[in-house]
């Protein structure tokens, strides 16, 4: 079952063919830069040209750097505020003709990982958490989604958790490793107190440097580093889209 995956971020568009069975990526990954300001109908625009890269007829599975609610961008932190309230599934087919299943970009990078990355389909209760500029969540109970459930945004020292322990934190404070460590153990601590995760996946741009800092990390629940890298949003966004029948929608 193949169905065409994109994920939009605030730098790049990027998008590919997944076969949602297995995960595999089906061709060449094909990259357009976001449109500045990133408003909807040119965003809009830009998946258009995507699919037409593509020549895709079928599906859809995309994501937003946004809370998403039954297809409708809630927030727009990273986006131009014009995206609140916005249905994305309708302006998007609006614009292409095809039908689109519309997720939060790190909800959507959990559902890869969960399913064809470093959970291998794990049971129980497994926490996602992309490290980067901000930190995204994904929580998962028996590989169902919990949607949405921003646990970057936690308070913690009069602050929040992603502006505490974030890698955008860790630089711009010019924070040593294992001073970072200490600071995001303390957050790891939080979440299992409230969560209890059987697993924690460690993804985002810190998932690259785990030689730095891997061994400093403190946990009762088991923890892995992401394995799917760029490709996790994209896959997950696919996957996400299996559901939606597969009609060819004339162009």
Partial sequence: ??????????????????????????????????????????????????????????PVGCTMPSIVQHGVTKTASNIPQEWIGVNAEALFKSKTGLDFKVINDADAAGMGELHF?????????VLLLTVGTGIGSA?????????????????????????YCGDRA?????????TWAERFNEYIAHLELLFSPDMFIIGGGIANKTDKYWDLLKTNAKMVPATLKNNAGIVGAAYAAREIPFTIHPH
Avoid at 14 to 33: A, L, S, W, Y
Avoid at 117 to 125: E, F, I, M, V
């Fill in 1 to 58: 079952m193949i169905r065409l995956g994109i994920d939009i971020g605030g730098s790049g568009i990027k998008g590919v063919p997944i076969n949602t069975e297995n995960g595999e990526v089906m061709g060449h990954r094909h990259r357009i830069d976001t449109p500045q300001p990133a408003y909807p109908q040119t965003v809009a625009d830009t998946v258009a040209e995507m699919i037409a890269h593509f020549k895709w007829h079928g």
């Fill in 117 to 125: 990355g470093a959970a291998n389909d794990h049971p129980g209760t």
């Fill in 170 to 178: 860790r630089k711009e404070q010019k924070l040593k490793w294992a």
């Fill in 139 to 163: 929580l998962f109970c028996n590989g169902v989604l919990i949607p949405n459930t921003e646990l970057g945004h936690l308070k913690m020292h009069d602050t929040i958790a992603e502006k």
